[in-house]
């Protein structure tokens, strides 16, 4: 059985101030909770949400990582600088991060490669856009990013995917639970053929296509639906808590 993860991404959200208050009013709604809950906070924030997340159950990720561990990479951050403050897990290769900052399949790859060999948990994204999707080129953008972006992992069950069709992100628009599933299923194939079949099914998969309070039973009733990468959602912690406690 694999056990569900929800992490919330607030994306360029809340500050130090406004984020500690946020993860004080969530600690006590999600204390209970059958899945792996984090939150995935803006860099300048972490220290302090380390701080307000001791002792409680909610995992501290970061945005994003460097691929190397030092040097002169200004506005970068390593994987050690995050480790120093307890981070866990890593958002890597978001649609965001692809659109306007450039990254690659090649730079998704060195960044997960780094997070890997510091002990960070990698959240990879991948997805396609509408235009890719309308034009039947989902099952093959998605190979690419998989062979591409995580070539040279060991073990794919020590990263989490984060399935996020970017037609879906912030739009309002979510794809079905059939059509999520499917779409997951066919990354779990892939990966059984490039890594292994006993890894592929170990793999943790996400759905992180606009999940909400709205829809999160019915997607996570699918049974190749490990959790969701939440974004606007995970800004308010009613509205997380009810996603993380989806099967209550």
């Not at 992100?169 to 194939?189: L, S, V």
Request: net charge negative; glycine share 10%; aromatic share 6%.
């Amino acid at each position: 059985m694999r056990r569900p993860i929800i992490a919330g991404n607030w994306k360029m959200n809340n500050t130090a101030s406004a984020g500690v208050a946020l993860v004080e009013a969530l600690k006590p709604l999600v204390k209970d909770a059958n899945c792996d809950v984090a939150v995935c906070v803006p860099a300048i924030d972490i220290p302090a949400v380390a701080e307000a997340l001791k002792g409680s159950n909610v995992a501290l990720g970061a945005q994003n990582v460097h691929f190397e561990a030092k040097g002169a990479f200004t506005g970068e951050i390593s994987a050690d600088m995050l480790k120093e403050y307890g981070v866990k897990y890593v958002i890597i290769g978001h649609s965001e991060r692809r659109q306007y900052f450039g990254e690659t399949d090649e730079t998704v790859n060195k960044r997960t490669l780094a997070a890997l060999n510091a002990g960070l948990i990698p959240i990879v994204c991948i997805g396609e856009s509408l235009e890719e999707r309308e034009t039947g080129k989902t099952e093959a953008v998605l190979e690419t990013q998989i062979k591409e972006g995580m070539k040279g992992i060991d073990d794919i069950s020590k990263i989490v995917i984060a399935y996020e069709p970017i037609w879906a992100i912030g739009t309002g628009r979510t794809a079905t639970a059939e059509q999520a599933n499917e779409t997951i299923a066919f990354i779990r194939k892939t990966c059984a053929e490039v890594f292994c079949p006993k890894c592929a099914e170990k793999v943790r998969i996400q759905y992180g296509g606009s999940m909400n309070a709205g829809n999160c039973k019915e997607l996570m009733a699918m049974p190749e639906i490990d959790g969701g990468l939440i974004g606007g959602a995970s800004l308010k912690a009613p509205d997380f808590s009810a996603i993380v406690n989806f099967d209550k």
